[in-house]
C-alpha cells in the first residue's frame, strides 16, 4: 500500500525542447512514451503540429472520455468504441491576449442509452474522475522560475503596486 501512495504523490515530469522557432519536442521523462511535437500557429510558427491550446482542449476531451470508459466499465458495462469532440472558445481578455475561458464537449457513445447498466450513476459521476477537467476547473496553480545559462534564477522587476 506504501508503494501504491507514493506513487499517487510522484510528480509528473515532463521536458521541452526547442527545436524551431516556436516548435518544441516534449518529453515524458521516467516512460517509454515517444516524444511529440509542438508547434505555434503562423504567423508566430510554422503550424507543422499541434500547438498548446490545441493540446489542452485534446487533455480535457481524452481525459473525459477515458473517465465515461472507465465509469461505464465500474458497472460492468462493455461499450463500443466512442468519439469526442471539443470546441474551445478563442477570445482576447480585458488585455487583449487570447484566452480559452469555455469549452463544449460532446461524447458519443456507440452504444444506446438503454443498453448500458445504471447510466444514470455513470452519467452522475464520470466527470469526478477526469484529472484533467476537474483540473481545469478548480485553477491550476502554475509557479513559473525563469533560470540563465549559469543556472542563476532570474527574477521579474516589480510592477506597480507590488
Given at each position: 500500500m506504501a508503494e501504491h501512495q507514493d506513487k499517487e504523490q510522484t510528480g509528473i515530469r515532463i521536458v521541452l525542447e526547442q527545436e524551431g522557432a516556436y516548435a518544441f519536442k516534449v518529453s515524458f521523462e521516467g516512460t517509454d512514451i515517444d516524444p511529440l511535437f509542438t508547434d505555434e500557429s503562423p504567423?508566430?510558427?510554422?503550424?507543422?503540429?499541434?500547438?498548446?491550446?490545441?493540446?489542452?482542449?485534446?487533455?480535457?476531451?481524452?481525459?473525459?472520455?477515458?473517465?465515461?470508459?472507465?465509469?461505464?466499465?465500474?458497472?460492468?458495462?462493455?461499450?463500443?468504441?466512442?468519439?469526442?469532440?471539443?470546441?474551445?472558445?478563442?477570445?482576447?481578455?480585458?488585455?487583449?491576449?487570447?484566452?480559452?475561458?469555455?469549452?463544449?464537449?460532446?461524447?458519443?457513445?456507440?452504444?444506446?442509452?438503454?443498453?448500458?447498466?445504471?447510466?444514470?450513476?455513470?452519467?452522475?459521476?464520470f466527470e469526478q474522475f477526469c484529472v484533467v477537467t476537474q483540473s481545469v476547473r478548480e485553477g491550476v496553480r502554475v509557479d513559473v522560475r525563469i533560470h540563465d545559462a549559469s543556472g542563476r534564477v532570474i527574477e521579474a522587476e516589480p510592477r506597480d503596486g507590488q
Open positions: 504567423p508566430l510558427g510554422e503550424g507543422r503540429d499541434p500547438n498548446p491550446s490545441a493540446l489542452l482542449l485534446a487533455s480535457i476531451a481524452n481525459c473525459l472520455s477515458a473517465s465515461l470508459l472507465f465509469a461505464l466499465r465500474k458497472f460492468r458495462n462493455s461499450p463500443g468504441p466512442i468519439r469526442a469532440e471539443i470546441v474551445g472558445d478563442r477570445v482576447r481578455n480585458a488585455e487583449g491576449r487570447w484566452r480559452i475561458p469555455h469549452a463544449q464537449v460532446a461524447i458519443h457513445l456507440s452504444d444506446s442509452a438503454e443498453a448500458l447498466e445504471h447510466l444514470p450513476r455513470v452519467l452522475a459521476q
